[in-house]
């Protein structure tokens, strides 16, 4: 491939400096080369860059356009235009030391007036990709289609009440799956996007579900087909831009995947902001899913505390991650998954330059409750504190109740003739929450 001139001519890959360091281009917690349990750091945490956010994300907000205007969108059409934009990804992509990126089909290429014309304007996008990734060794993390913008999709895709509608999303989703595979993504991910209602005056809200069931199992009969291997994830969202989305957190996306028996096809992308979106907290999605072995893959971002809406910015928490961290390592890690970058600057953050500070901010943040989280899972003090609140299901009775050996009958005669009254014990939540500080402030 032709080598393009650097769009981001002052900033050089970054380097990790370690926490003392004065520079602010620096990493000082996130080593990529840093050997962990015999692999590399980047191994572990497997960093991704949203297209969308990163490239395409202009800081238009519902009161005015973008502010953010970057040297390279200029060309003599929109297909070079999206080709310069993807050099400068991919320098972008290996200055940060990101391994991996995501994005929609529209993130990369024009749409066109017709699909088929949609989908040449992919093929010479996707071509131009394989070539960077093949260069720089930057793989896919996952792919996806943008079945939200487009009016056509102004009353959902696969929920869509035209079921001409719902066949043109079917096309467009294969073709992302085509491309995916194509470019050796590892994951394909569903976020619901519209698949929702505003109101219950005009949805056949039992028929839309069944509809979104049906365009799911296309999609793993069609990957099936064309040897796609990669995991299927939802990313479960409860509201915005609908009232109320279909797949509104991990619990309800299992349930939604039970029903259709579609659950050993999918796992969960699960997202920070959406997450808090739906009154939960980011450590307890991640739990319910990996309580089923549904853990699956990170959108990592945060939402701001006093907004009620999805803020997607980068998260700078160590604390929330720490936790976050402990359940993610406790369940096996996150297999072909990874940590995708699914936050975006702030309005006014309108240098090239802000795109590295937000990156590095979020890569730190991740890589340090990375370490703390190894720290308190090698300790063992809160592992020992849960097996030893839960002991009583380890023998006897117990266990009986656990391996189902014994109803409300045993049990009551025990009551009555043996146990008596419980003795109520502390559950030592100060106590945990000092504990938990003492790794995080010294
Ligand atoms: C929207 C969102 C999406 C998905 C991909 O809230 O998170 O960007 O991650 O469609
Ligand atoms: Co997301």
């Not at 899972?377 to 809160?382: R, S, T």
């Amino acid at each position: 491939m032709k080598k393009s001139r650097a769009h981001f001519p002052k900033i050089g890959p970054i380097a990790y400096e370690g926490p003392g360091t004065a520079k602010q281009l620096a990493f000082r917690h996130y080593d990529p080369d840093e050997i962990v349990d015999g692999k590399p750091l980047s191994a572990h945490l497997r960093f991704s860059i949203a297209y969308w956010h990163a490239f395409r994300g202009t800081g238009a907000d519902p009161f005015g356009p973008g502010t953010i205007v970057r040297p390279w969108e200029k060309g003599r059409d929109a297909l070079s235009v999206a080709k310069t934009r993807m050099d400068a990804a991919f320098e972008f992509f290996q200055k940060i030391r990101a391994h991996f990126w995501c994005f929609h089909d529209r993130d990369i290429a024009p749409e066109g007036r017709t699909l088929a014309e949609s989908n040449r304007n992919l093929d010479r996008l996707v071509a131009h990709a394989k070539a960077h990734q093949k260069a720089s060794g930057v793989k896919l993390l996952w792919g996806t289609a943008n079945l939200f913008s487009n009016r056509r999709y102004m009353c959902g895709a696969a929920t869509n009440p035209d079921a001409h509608v719902f066949a043109y999303a079917a096309a467009q989703v294969k073709k992302a799956l085509e491309i995916t595979l194509e470019l050796g993504g590892e994951n394909y991910t569903f976020w619901g996007g519209r698949e929702g209602y505003e109101t219950l005056l005009n949805t056949n809200l039992k028929r839309e579900q069944e509809h979104l069931a049906a365009f799911l199992h296309m999609a793993v009969d069609y990957a099936k087909a064309i040897g796609f291997k990669g995991q299927f994830l939802i990313e479960p969202k409860p509201k915005e831009p609908t009232k109320h989305q279909y797949d509104f957190d991990v619990a309800s996306g299992i349930a939604f995947l039970r029903t259709f028996s579609l659950e050993r096809h999918f796992k969960f992308n699960i997202e920070t902001n959406h997450a808090t979106l739906a009154g939960h907290t980011f450590q307890h999605e991640i739990e319910v899913a990996a309580a089923q072995g549904m853990l699956g893959s990170i959108d990592a971002n945060a939402g701001d505390e006093l907004l009620g809406w999805d803020t997607d910015q980068f998260n700078t928490n160590v604390k929330e991650l720490t936790l976050a961290m402990v359940s993610i390592l406790r369940a096996g890690g996150l297999g072909s998954g990874g940590f995708n970058f699914d936050a975006k600057l702030r309005r006014p953050s309108i240098d090239p330059e802000d795109l590295f500070h937000a990156h590095i901010g979020g890569m730190d943040a991740y890589a340090l409750a990375f370490k703390l989280a190894r720290r308190i899972l090698a300790d063992g003090k809160f592992t020992n504190f849960l097996a030893d609140r839960y002991a009583s299901y380890d023998a006897g009775f117990g266990r009986d109740i656990e391996i189902r050996k014994v109803g409300f009958k045993e049990l009551e005669k025990l009551v009555l003739t043996k146990l008596g009254e419980p003795t109520p014990r502390s559950g030592k939540q100060e106590y945990l929450e000092n504990l938990l500080n003492s790794y995080l402030h010294g």
